[in-house]
């Protein structure tokens, strides 16, 4: 009986430097992607917070005028409206929630309603990452149910920050 022992070549097992630098490459690109529409998500919701609190804080308000008279609350006392302090900071810790009341007081369009009345504007906490948002800079809203919002350059961005 005769035996034959043939050199079998086998290929390695594994991947080559180029396979392995071709799938880094994709991963790079399909992370590249992801990551800003993943960050726009996540800074719409945080709009969406802001905006919330802001139209509680005038239901809050709406709630004190009918039980109390023709007033609305002092800012000097916001317990009257459940919160500890004013300016009060919500949600997620990203914005934080002012009133003025009267309106006429801090009203930056300069048409705020008569007395008795208010303004409640939802702003970014400085060191948070909503600072960076351009285009809402800020939210507000005033007694007479009028929603505002404004991009970083203090631009008109109504129609956009409450409907985005």
Known sequence: MHLRTAARSSPAAGFSLIEL???????????ALAVPSYMLYVRQSRRTEARTAVLDLAGREERFFSTNGATYSDAATP???GYAALPAVVGGGYYSLTVCSPAANCDPNANAPAAPSYYITAT??????????????SFSVDSTGRQFAVD?????????????
């Open 21 to 31: 630098m071709v799938v880094v490459a994709i991963a790079t690109i399909l992370f």
């Open 79 to 81: 317990t009257n409206l």
């Open 124 to 137: 970014p906490v400085a060191g948070q990452s909503q600072t960076t948002d351009a285009q809402c800079a």
């Open 152 to 164: 970083s350059g203090g631009a008109d961005a109504t129609q956009y920050c409450w409907s985005n």
